[in-house]
């Protein structure tokens, strides 16, 4: 070390799933000289705990399921006893009725009642008789597989909260990644007793969950990898990746008191948004490229966490509200995750979660006014009564959902071919790889990536097809 400049073997930029799937992997193998940085004050990214008046609230609810073994077993070496099965209750809010979700077709026909039953059947006849295009947006997609009027009731308002834009301007290709392996079909056969063993992702029935929040499995692998050597930097805000033509030679870091360092490093992982890598670029990159990086975009999300004067609530995990007339989009009940979350039996931890864009709407207004409308809006769905609110503590989060507009692939395309060039530089995760990536996913990308760099045998994979549902030692190998 030199002044204020630091070298590492490996940099690595966000202590969420990827950056710490990099981390473990490398120190693994025996690559200890590592920098982890982070902006957050805590490890674990979108999938934080933090802790409120001894309370531990997640940036939403964070399920843990996957289909792929390896991850499974980090996530269970990792934790052990306190990473617990829980049963999953989660309902749908529309029309001031509860529908079950997985949706059991005889339970959605008597709440959807007789005349929309009927309707709802009839189109979804319909839309299997008609001839099928491709889908070009995801309503296209849907309407397709379940007829409209199950789309209108089940489908486009959670959607379009969560999204902020048309389901007609969404691309179908965010459908296929999502909920690909479930169809109408698929669902009545589940309510049937025989196929309830057959698993389709979007439906599973247990989840995997850490007695202390999410974070907690995130704050273990930090210790980790740190009781191996590695250095980790948190409240540290990377401002500017230095190259010299394809490489990176170093980055620029801001930390929380105020101090610059510069870091060099041989290898670089990122698990920063895609597009501020690029804006972040020093010297900036071509014209063409900076463009398309502007293209992306992202919904941010608001959680307004509440601590309430009453036990059992409802007993959902969380709640996802379709219904147009309050503005939330899932409601969050943290007791039924883990009885270890909220200290005190006779109180709930709930989460109103809002999705939004920066700088725009909701995003712009005050704690004290976000507060009152998460309060209203649960006291119109008769969840609580104003009277029971002991506190709230509001959290903004940017980037939370990478957007997948028609026609964001061509620039995006552009952007992931630049990244290939360079030499040494990986975008892992979610919004590194600006995917709808679940932890798994950014934990298995961060791994793959660190194998890419360690040469290890099956290598290179190629990191972009890492998918929402794949099996990724086949679509990741080249
Ligand atoms: C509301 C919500 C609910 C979710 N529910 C689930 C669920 O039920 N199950 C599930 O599996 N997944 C869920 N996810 C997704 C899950 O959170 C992500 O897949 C996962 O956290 C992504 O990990 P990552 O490491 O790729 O990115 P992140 O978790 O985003 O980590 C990136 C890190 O980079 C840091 N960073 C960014 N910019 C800088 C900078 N300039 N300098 C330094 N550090 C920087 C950030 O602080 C962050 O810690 C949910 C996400 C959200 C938002």
């Not at 040469?455 to 994979?461: E, V």
Request: overall charge neutral; proline content about 4%; glycine content about 6%.
């Amino acid at each position: 070390m030199e002044g204020n400049k630091e070298a590492y073997e490996c940099c690595i930029i966000g202590a969420g799933p990827a950056g710490l799937g990099a981390a473990l992997e490398l120190v693994t193998h025996g690559v200890t000289n590592i920098l982890i940085v982070d902006k957050n004050k805590c490890a674990g990214g979108l999938a934080r705990t933090e802790i409120y008046d001894g309370i531990r609230f997640d940036i939403g609810p964070h399920r843990f399921f996957t289909k792929n073994n390896e991850i499974n077993n980090i996530w269970h070496d990792t934790l052990g006893k306190d990473f617990r099965a829980v049963p999953r209750l989660t309902r749908i809010f529309y029309k001031n009725k509860y529908f079950n979700y997985p949706i059991e077709t005889g339970d959605a026909l008597i709440k959807l009642g007789l005349r929309e039953s009927a309707r709802a059947i009839f189109s979804f006849f319909s839309s299997q008789i008609h001839t099928k295009n491709d889908p070009v947006s995801f309503e296209d997609w849907i309407c397709q597989k379940f007829g409209r009027k199950l789309y209108e009731v089940f489908f486009k308002t959670y959607t379009e909260k969560v999204w902020g834009i048309p389901c007609s301007q969404m691309s179908a290709e965010w459908a296929a990644q999502r909920i690909k392996g479930l169809d109408a079909l698929a669902v009545i056969l589940h309510a049937l007793p025989w196929a309830r063993n057959k698993k389709i992702k979007t439906l599973a029935e247990e989840f995997d969950f850490p007695s202390l929040g999410a974070g907690q499995m995130y704050e273990a692998m930090c210790d980790t990898v740190v009781s191996q050597g590695a250095k980790l930097m948190l409240g540290s805000k990377v401002t500017r990746f230095n190259r010299s033509g394809e490489t990176i030679t170093s980055i620029d870091i801001t930390q929380s008191n105020g101090n610059t360092v510069t870091i060099a490093a041989k290898h670089f992982f990122s698990s920063i948004p895609l597009a501020h890598f690029f804006r972040m670029l020093n010297p900036p990159d071509q014209d063409h490229i900076n463009s398309a990086a502007h293209t992306l975009r992202y919904r941010d999300h608001i959680s307004v966490n509440l601590l309430v004067k009453r036990g059992n609530i409802f007993p959902d995990q969380w709640i996802y509200v379709h219904s147009p007339d309050v503005q939330m989009a899932r409601v969050v009940n943290y007791n039924n995750f883990s009885n270890a979350i909220v200290p005190f039996r006779d109180r709930t931890a709930l989460g109103v979660e809002y999705f939004v864009f920066q700088g725009q709407g909701l995003w712009n207004e005050s704690d004290e006014f976000l507060g009152k409308l998460a309060v209203d809006e649960l006291s119109k769905m008769r969840l609580i009564k104003h009277a029971e609110i002991e506190k709230f503590w509001v959290v903004r989060e940017t980037e939370a959902y990478p957007l997948y507009c028609i026609g964001f692939d061509a620039p995006y395309n552009l952007l992931k071919a630049r990244i290939d060039q360079l030499t040494n530089f990986y975008s892992i995760g979610r919004a590194g790889m600006h995917k709808y990536n679940n932890q798994d996913h950014s934990l298995m990308s961060g791994l793959l990536a660190a194998r890419n760099y360690l040469r290890l045998p099956g290598t290179p994979y190629v990191l972009w097809n890492i998918n929402i549902d794949a099996e990724y030692f086949e679509e990741g190998r080249k």
